[in-house]
C-alpha cells in the first residue's frame, strides 16, 4: 500500500474549554496530557495536537507549560507534536511565544476572525459565545514567527472564507509548506455535513493535505466522508467525548482506536510516525 492510502491520525488530547466535570479523563497536567498522548500513539495516532493547561485545568499558554509538556511526550513516545495558538482574550506575542521557542513540528494557524459559539436548543439560548480574533496582521504575524522557527503551519478554517483566504498568502509567499484542518460543527462555522465537507475539501489547494475536525457527535460522520473523499482525521476528547450516542470514551486512545477501525474499514490504513512526515512534508522520503 501506498503514501497515497495511508492516513495521518491526530489526537486532540485536552483542548481548553472542556473539564473533568464533563469528562473524568481529560488531562490537565503535562504528565497526564503526555500519557493521553502515549495511549493515543498506541492506538495508531501519528500526531497529536496540544493545548496547554495548568495543574489545576486552567488554559495556559506559558512557554514553560509547553515546554515541560513536550519533554514528558518525548519521554514516552516518537509522536509529531502540534501545539495550538488558539486563544481569545490573549494577545499576539503570548500566542506564539511557545512556538518561536520550542519549535514544535506543527502549530495550528486560525485562518480568520469568527463568532464562536455553542448553542443549546433546550435553554433557546447560548452557552458561551465570544468572538474568535484573527485578523490578517496578526495571522501574518504568526507566519512569520512559524516561518522563521521552521515550524509547519497547520490553517484550521472554520468556513469557506477561511479556506478562500489561504489564496493571497500563498501569493505573497507567507503560505509554502502548510496543511489545511476543515473545522465543522462550531456555531459560527461552517455546519458538519458530508456535502459541506466534499465542497470544502475540493477548494484545498492541489497537493495540500486536509484533514476534517467534526465537533461533537458529528465527528464519526465527518471521519467517514473525509477517509472516503482521501483525506487525514482528527479525533479526540479536545473535540468530542462520545465513541456512540450515550458511551463516553474513557480516554484519547479509545477514540483513536475507532478511527483506526474506520480507516481500514474503508481499506486504507493508518500512517506511521516516519510515515506521516513524509506525507505532511516534515521530512524527505527515505531510499
Known amino acids: 500500500m501506498g503514501l497515497q492510502d495511508k492516513v495521518v491520525i491526530t489526537a486532540a488530547l485536552t483542548g481548553v474549554a472542556a473539564n473533568r ?7 490537565y497536567t503535562p504528565q497526564e496530557i503526555a500519557e493521553e498522548a502515549l495511549s493515543a500513539y498506541n492506538a495508531g495516532a501519528s500526531v ?10 486552567r488554559p495556559s499558554w506559558r512557554t514553560e507549560i509547553f515546554r515541560e509538556i513536550m519533554e514528558e511526550v518525548h519521554k514516552r513516545c516518537p509522536i509529531i507534536i502540534n501545539f495550538s495558538t488558539g486563544a481569545v ?23 480568520g476572525t469568527m463568532n464562536y459559539a455553542k448553542y443549546s436548543s433546550r435553554r433557546k439560548n447560548f452557552v458561551f459565545s465570544v468572538v474568535f480574533q484573527n485578523p490578517f496582521d496578526d495571522i501574518m504575524f504568526f507566519l512569520d514567527t512559524m516561518n522563521t522557527a521552521g515550524v509547519k503551519p497547520e ?23 502548510f496543511q489545511v484542518s476543515l473545522i465543522m460543527g462550531v456555531v459560527g462555522g461552517m455546519a458538519a455535513t458530508a456535502r459541506n465537507l466534499a465542497h470544502v475539501s ?13 465537533i461533537s457527535e458529528d465527528q ?9 473523499l482521501g483525506g487525514n482525521v482528527r479525533v479526540g476528547l479536545e473535540d468530542n467525548f462520545y465513541l456512540s450516542p450515550g458511551v463516553m470514551a474513557e480516554g484519547n486512545g479509545p ?17 506511521t510516525v516516519e510515515e506521516a512526515k513524509v506525507i505532511l512534508g516534515l521530512s524527505e522520503v527515505k531510499d
Not at 494577545?91 to 521557542?101: G, M, P, Q, Y
Not at 477514540?255 to 500512517?271: F, I, N, S, Y
Request: one cysteine or more; a negative charge.
Open 21 to 27: 466535570d464533563q469528562c473524568k479523563w481529560i488531562p
Open 48 to 57: 497529536v495536537h496540544i493545548h496547554g493547561r495548568e495543574y489545576d485545568g
Open 89 to 111: 482574550g490573549i494577545d499576539r506575542e503570548n500566542r506564539i511565544a511557545h512556538i518561536r521557542e520550542l519549535k514544535p513540528e506543527i502549530a495550528a494557524l486560525n485562518m
Open 155 to 177: 490553517c484550521e478554517c472554520f468556513d469557506l472564507g477561511h479556506l478562500e483566504s489561504l489564496f493571497p498568502l500563498i501569493d505573497m509567499g507567507l503560505l509554502k509548506n
Open 202 to 214: 475540493s477548494v484545498v489547494p492541489p497537493g495540500v493535505q486536509w484533514q476534517v475536525i467534526g
Open 220 to 228: 464519526w460522520l465527518l471521519v467517514a466522508t473525509a477517509l472516503s
Open 255 to 271: 477514540l483513536v482506536e475507532k478511527a483506526v477501525r474506520m480507516t481500514r474499514d474503508v481499506g486504507r490504513e493508518p500512517a
